[in-house]
């Protein structure tokens, strides 16, 4: 099996240096941080020492300690390399000279991760062996890849170690019921849904990447399509627009009436508010940091004065990297018409509507809309005469695929 090796010196020193009379000694690892590609045999162990008749001898345990570990037979030279295995091993050596005193070293921790791909060709169920391939359940530093595919996987509590992976392939979709702690890497592709269900929260210092393909017509300067879109996760910032470049980013300010052109790298992007984006050929905005948006949200809107030709329309955005309903978002002094701005089969702009007291949705531009928004989607809505304030509220329970 072809195997990523991620090694890493518990404590994270380097080196430790021991000396006792004219007896010293150095550990190395090889390599000595990051990961390695290729079979886990091909990382080696090592430490160096000076003094006479020095003798060795390596021990491996499961967990950070040198108490209770296994003598591993044959392994009594100054370099040792572990067998295959998956999850995490500790090795340490203990080195014996003329002095007559026993020296240990430090303590090492070898991660290795291994590459799973979801098949779910015997159900929905993560911890089922079968659904995998190879045959087995992987572990928090694995690479998993989850494609598109009859049975997507269902998942309680998911937790992507420091080194380790999940990516959702385009089409492809996850559910989570419980808390998502990801320290690795979390990718979500072209078309594929993360729903988290519930109270589930998300805790660790990991990225997030979620991916939208974006279209012109072709050439650098930006035209054709306008892309109506917000941000899944908390903490973006324009230029993953690439607002800084030639790209077009706008928001609309409801209480002066006009749009407002975003052209650095440096301004937040805020959770739920709406945003189009321009680009003069094939792009794909990757969304990259975290965390992603999960919970409740409340999206303020305002209706500002008595003369704007404008006042009360919001330009606001499903915060969420899944489909949101909006028939059962609340809505605090908000109609219950959302409207779209698109395209018809000739390319002339239109609007189409959907109504969450009739349950009827327009087809103008050639497709049906109904009340699911899709992922990221920024679409309006208005605050009636005699309010001046109101808000859009989704939870996690309003949430799909």
């Known amino acids: 099996m072809n195997r990523r090796v ?38 080696t162990l090592s430490i160096e020492a000076t003094g006479t008749n020095i003798s060795y001898q390596w021990y491996s345990n499961t967990i950070n300690s040198t108490t209770n570990a296994s003598l591993i037979n044959a392994a009594t030279s100054e370099s040792y390399t572990p067998p295959a295995f998956t999850g995490i091993m500790y090795f340490f050596v203990v080195l014996h ?52 595919c009859t049975n997507a996987p269902l998942k309680n509590n998911l937790t992507i170690a420091c080194g380790g992976s999940v990516t959702l392939q385009a ?16 990718t979500i592709e072209n078309g594929a849904t993360l729903v988290q269900t519930g109270s589930g929260t998300n805790t660790g210092v990991g990225i997030f990447k979620v991916k939208q393909l974006i279209s012109g017509s072709g ?7 306008f892309w109506y879109l917000g941000s899944p996760l908390a903490n973006s910032l324009s230029q993953q627009y690439n607002a800084q470049t030639s790209a077009v980013l706008k928001y609309f300010n409801e209480p002066i009436g006009a749009w407002v052109e975003i ?8 959770v739920g508010k709406g945003y189009f984006v321009q680009t003069g050929a094939m792009d794909t905005i990757a969304f990259l940091g975290g965390p992603i948006n999960n919970g409740n949200y409340q999206i303020p809107c305002t209706r500002t004065g008595i003369t704007n030709y404008y006042r009360g329309f919001n330009l606001v ?23 779209y701005r698109s395209a018809d089969q000739m390319q002339t702009m239109v609007f189409d509507t959907y109504n969450s007291m009739s349950g009827i949705g327009t087809s103008v531009s050639g497709e049906a809309v109904t009340n699911f928004i899709a992922p990221m989607q920024s679409f309006w809505i208005k605050i009636p005469d005699g309010f001046t304030t109101g808000a859009l509220g989704f939870t996690n329970a309003m949430r799909s695929h």
């Not at 799973?116 to 694995?142: E, K, L, M, R």
């Not at 089409?171 to 979390?186: C, P």
Request: charged share 10%; glycine share 8%.
């Open 6 to 43: 991620y090694t890493k010196l518990v404590p994270a020193t380097l080196f430790k240096r021991l000396i006792h009379w004219h007896f010293r000694y150095y550990l190395l690892l090889f390599p000595f941080y990051g990961l390695l590609h290729g079979q886990v045999t091909h990382t």
């Open 97 to 148: 000279g003329d002095c007559g005193f026993d020296q240990t070293s430090a303590v090492v921790a070898v991660e290795i991760s291994a590459n799973y791909t979801w098949s779910g060709s015997v159900s929905t169920d993560w911890n089922t062996a079968t659904n995998w391939t190879p045959a087995g359940v992987p572990i928090a530093i694995d690479h998993i890849l989850i494609p598109d």
């Open 171 to 186: 089409g492809s979709n996850l559910t989570l019921n419980g808390i998502l702690d990801n320290n690795g890497t979390l």
């Open 219 to 225: 050439g650098d300067t930006p035209n054709g399509r």
């Open 263 to 270: 052209n650095n790298a440096t301004t937040p992007i805020e």
């Open 317 to 339: 955005s499903n915060p969420y990297a899944s489909y949101v309903d909006f028939d059962a978002a609340t809505k605090t002094n908000v109609l219950a018409t959302m409207w």
